[in-house]
């Protein structure tokens, strides 16, 4: 039966969506105007439950619940505060949330460790285009180069940290101690798979690897009602039947992901040969070998329909990012309290990147999934029920518990 901190934490995540730079969405980039605001109402909260609260140089808010006496170690929970444009209400925000109503169930109860739940400032990387700026500076890896990384408007990242009243200097206090007990994360899956299951919840074992390459296929430009269909060197059309072999691949291989989500025909003109066509490639598995195996057949068959069509083909890597797995004894830890709650155990990898695989190089991390009604996720229609978040929150306290009685022995 839902309790009434399951609603209340669905009421905080569609109340705080309303701070936005567009009206009417939810759109909130890294330190923009909205973030303000998001950082005073939860602020409130947190100091309303006895945690001590800060903003840290990288602008992530972060409250601490101290432990009980002679308690020095500390859990981490957190996720993000900032959005895609035109994003929903959860996304992110439901792990920060989450975290701040699972002190709230604590009541008076202090842990033999503390508690520190994190609003990350950026993980879309909409702003700058460099992603996970928060959980960057928590772990210690976010590089001077990141922060001369310009917006649209030509400020860099340390501008911007600068004009929200915060000092880039200090950064280095942002950093994680390095003897922290881990990392919870919660999250809405972004997917379809525990809702096709009727599950509420899944637990990451890993954050799959991701690789990205941009591709061009150059044919010549020509008259589309003059020129014959053996004399043409079409770009598009040997881009089209390599799209064809992607999906097919990624089809055929267990638990790969495969996408071409952009492709640029020129010149674009309805009765005008494509002479060249510029198409990305986005390729992710939980296993890096399969991954890039599978990059290498694919840039493999790319080049065998040029060759094939009389077409030129250039590839350009743009990522390669490993996959991440979660801390084996913290994944331990959820799945047991996933079972004592009296839900099934359900591991799967995150698809999708996250907060925790970054965090994860600097102290133990994991993660639990909550069901994404629909597989719906960035699109103002995505959504949790009080359901499935109340088995999350009771997932969560079994995992504080367990925590305290392995920390005590």
């Not at 919840?201 to 014959?228: E, K, M």
């Amino acid at each position: 039966m839902p309790s009434e901190t399951a609603r209340e934490v669905i009421a905080w995540c569609r109340r705080l969506a309303e701070s936005s730079e567009e009206p009417g969405f939810t759109t909130r980039s890294f330190l923009s105007e909205p973030v303000r605001g998001v950082h005073a109402q939860l602020s409130g909260w947190m100091q309303r439950l006895g945690m001590v609260v800060h903003v840290d140089a990288a602008g992530n808010l972060r409250g601490v619940l101290p432990a009980a006496a002679n308690g020095s170690k500390r859990l981490f929970i957190g996720s993000h505060l900032d959005t895609v444009p035109r994003a929903g209400a959860f996304d992110g925000i439901l792990g920060v949330v989450m975290g701040i109503a699972l002190v709230e169930r604590l009541g008076a109860k202090r842990l033999p460790y503390a508690v520190e739940v994190v609003g990350f400032s950026d993980e879309e990387g909409v702003r700058f285009g460099v992603p996970f700026i928060g959980s960057r500076a928590l772990a210690g890896s976010l590089s001077a180069e990141a922060l001369e990384r310009r917006d649209a408007s030509g400020r860099t990242v340390a501008d911007a940290i600068r004009a929200f009243g915060l000092d880039p200097n200090n950064l280095a206090a942002a950093r994680a101690e390095a003897d922290a007990l881990g990392y919870l994360e919660f999250h809405i899956e972004q997917g379809p798979v525990l809702d096709q299951l009727g599950l509420p919840l899944g637990i990451v074992t890993a954050i799959a690897g991701q690789s990205r390459v941009n591709l061009v296929f150059t044919g010549d430009a020509n008259h589309a009602g003059t020129t014959p269909m053996n004399a043409r060197r079409d770009a598009l059309a040997g881009a089209a039947e390599w799209i064809g072999a992607v999906e097919q691949l990624a089809q055929n291989t267990p638990g790969l992901v495969a996408t071409v989500g952009r492709i640029d025909a020129h010149p674009g003109a309805t009765n005008v040969i494509a002479g060249t066509c510029r198409a990305s490639l986005d390729v992710r598995h939980a296993d890096d070998g399969t991954r890039a195996t599978s990059v290498k057949r694919l840039i493999e068959s790319a080049r065998e329909i040029a060759r094939r069509r009389s077409l030129e083909i250039t590839s350009e890597p743009q990522l390669d990012q490993g996959s991440v797995p979660m801390n084996p004894a913290l994944v331990g830890m959820l799945e047991r309290s996933v079972a004592r709650a009296g839900h099934a155990v359900h591991r799967m990898t995150s698809g999708a990147g996250h907060d925790a695989m970054v965090v994860a190089a600097h102290m133990p991390a994991t993660m639990l999934f909550v069901r994404s009604p629909g597989g719906i996720s960035h699109h103002p229609s995505e959504s949790v029920t009080e359901g499935d978040v109340e088995a999350a929150l009771t997932v969560g306290l079994g995992f504080l518990d367990e925590l305290s009685r392995e920390h005590r022995g």
